[in-house]
T-cell receptor, first 113, second 110 residues
Framework: DADVTQTPRNRITKTGKRIMLECSQTKGHDRMYWYRQDPGLGLRLIYYSFDVKDINKGEISDGYSVSRQAQAKFSLSLESAIPNQTALYFC????????????FGPGTRLLVL | KNEVEQSPQNLTAQEGEFITINCSYSVGISALHWLQQHPGGGIVSLFMLSSGKKKHGRLIATINIQEKHSSLHITASHPRDSAVYICAVDSGGGADGLTFGKGTHLIIQP
């Protein structure tokens, strides 16, 4: 079984709808991250969390919110989806201590019409 | 903000060739990561470096901290090496996530 899972893997939604992307990990890591990937731009950090009580904005947090329900779960929400949020979204985890390997989920392809 | 540049953006080579992908960054870092993204989209971590050189099978990664530069080499390349290779830097000891390059799209032809 995969160490980092994301649901759904693919999602099509309409402008204005609220959607949630979920991430779960079995690695026991404290740190979790949400990134988005756009063609030609590389991955960019949306939000990150160092533990259940610690949530931090990344480079491109506008239009997104997150929830760290437990050490193993980190959810990303789009409160009112817009077409330019169409992208590939990745969750990642790492152990504490800095400079640690990040483990990525399989990604969620989101299309906002 | 750290600026991460990769070259080349695209590379097509014949099976068996020696491949080099370069990465440069603008601000001092605590670690540099090389990642591989397969055509299906999944991302796998290949190496994490803070100094020197690491080798895993046919893959070799080097970093020069003074010159703010890293290279990923593939020896005896094979079509299954075809993927996007991504360089990412950790500027804050893990405090702020990673900053990514745009990736190098590698195609190895039989």
């Amino acid at each position: 079984d995969a160490d980092v899972t994301q649901t759904p893997r693919n999602r099509i939604t309409k402008t204005g709808k609220r959607i949630m992307l979920e991430c779960s990990q079995t690695k026991g890591h404290d740190r979790m991250y949400w990134y988005r990937q756009d063609p030609g731009l590389g991955l960019r950090l949306i939000y990150y969390s160092f533990d259940v009580k610690d949530i931090n904005k990344g480079e491109i947090s506008d239009g997104y919110s997150v929830s760290r329900q437990a050490q193993a779960k980190f959810s990303l929400s789009l409160e009112s989806a817009i077409p330019n949020q169409t992208a590939l979204y990745f969750c990642a985890t790492s152990d504490a201590g800095g400079g640690e390997t990040q483990y990525f989920g399989p990604g969620t392809r989101l299309l906002v019409l | 903000k750290n600026e991460v540049e990769q070259s080349p953006q695209n590379l097509t080579a014949q099976e068996g060739e020696f491949i080099t992908i370069n990465c440069s960054y603008s601000v001092g870092i605590s670690a540099l990561h090389w990642l591989q993204q397969h055509p299906g989209g999944g991302i796998v971590s290949l190496f994490m470096l803070s100094s020197g050189k690491k080798k895993h099978g046919r893959l070799i990664a080097t970093i020069n901290i003074q010159e703010k530069h890293s290279s990923l080499h593939i020896t005896a390349s094979h079509p299954r090496d075809s993927a996007v290779y991504i360089c990412a830097v950790d500027s804050g000891g893990g405090a702020d996530g990673l900053t990514f390059g745009k990736g190098t799209h590698l195609i190895i032809q039989p």
